[in-house]
């Protein structure tokens, strides 16, 4: 009775540098699992076509290499020329159409777009929007919300319909209903469901807002350097080395707050090999581990970090060391939590020769 495909071959470039949103887990599954074994639970069912580019291809068929009627293809280069791809494989009366990246498709409404297949050719579940809106092509218009909805998949179609639509076209598309409409008058809507999201970036993923990560730096103490800790300057006969400014305390929390949204570490993303980071404040390289954070949806919450240094005592600049951070990562000083500890002469640490900073950070998906 119908067929399934599922568009997923596009490169994930809004969603992470290093990460490939189709892999992640959701609920101990990809997000590509469970984008397609939903279908599988409905009567009527002929086959799964998945399209993924050539670089996930063999991955995507292991997943589903125990699933008889689900079928790996390669899409193409826009998801236009994959569904047309697809769609060379659909033999059943309908089709439904469903992207990779939505993971948390419920069986209403799958079964909402199936019903409404009875009586109609082309269906798309939608949903109310919150927010005001304006055209802004032309300088701004208001809008009536009420009269617009946002677009969710599955979107159903009949299948030699849709065919003839995509025959047709020579220009891409962002989904199948408006290549639909480019022939047919008019599709149906249903409703859709507002956790049917689809993900975009690193933050659609958490069902539960909150990450955190760990971060711990030590560095040499040495003549002929500044001490330089949370962004401000401690008066001492010695300070740290190292190719930046060295500040220990600062470049601990930016390590916690990479391995909170899974980003690799400050030694990677600003090498000592590189000659545009030698003296930087280390709170201009927060400022770029902060811009990291913002892409991905994330804003700092909480943060915690304690010194281990023997001399010189930190204690008189606490106030200082906390105000500049806590400012430096637009928190408020509740927000962060600073302790000045020694290691009771042990170590490194211990003999006034360096010292060490752990962190912590909790960060939060932005609203």
Partial sequence: MFDVIIPAAGESSR?????????????????????????????GLEKIIVAVNDENFARARSLFDGYENVTVILGGSTRTDTVKRALDRVTAEFVLIHDGARPYVSDNVIKNVLDALNDVDAVVPVIKLDDSIANVK??????????FRRVQTPEGFRTEKLKTAYARISSSFTDDASVYLTLYDDAKAVDGDVKNVK???????ETFPYRSGLGIDVHKLVENRKLVLGGVEIPFEKGL???????????????????????????????????????????????????????RGYVVKFVSATVACQRPKLNPYFDKIRTSLSHALSICKDNLSLAFTTTEGLGLVGAGDGISVIASATVVAKQ
Avoid: Q
Avoid at 244 to 271: N, W
Avoid at 284 to 294: A, I
């Fill in 15 to 43: 969603f992470s540098d290093n990460l490939n949103k189709l892999f992640c887990t959701v609920n101990g599954r990809t997000v590509l699992e469970n984008s397609v074994l939903p279908f599988l639970a409905f009567s």
């Fill in 241 to 295: 080395l190292g190719h930046s400014d060295a500040d220990v305390l600062t470049h601990a929390v930016m390590d916690a707050i990479l391995t909170a949204i899974g980003e690799r570490d400050i030694g990677v993303l600003f090498p000592d090999t590189d000659e545009k980071y030698k003296g930087i404040s280390s709170m201009l390289l927060l400022k770029e581990v902060l811009s990291r954070l913002d892409k």
């Fill in 138 to 147: 032309n300088g701004y218009r208001a809008a009536d919300r009420e009269d």
């Fill in 199 to 205: 993900i975009t970036r690193f933050s659609d993923l």
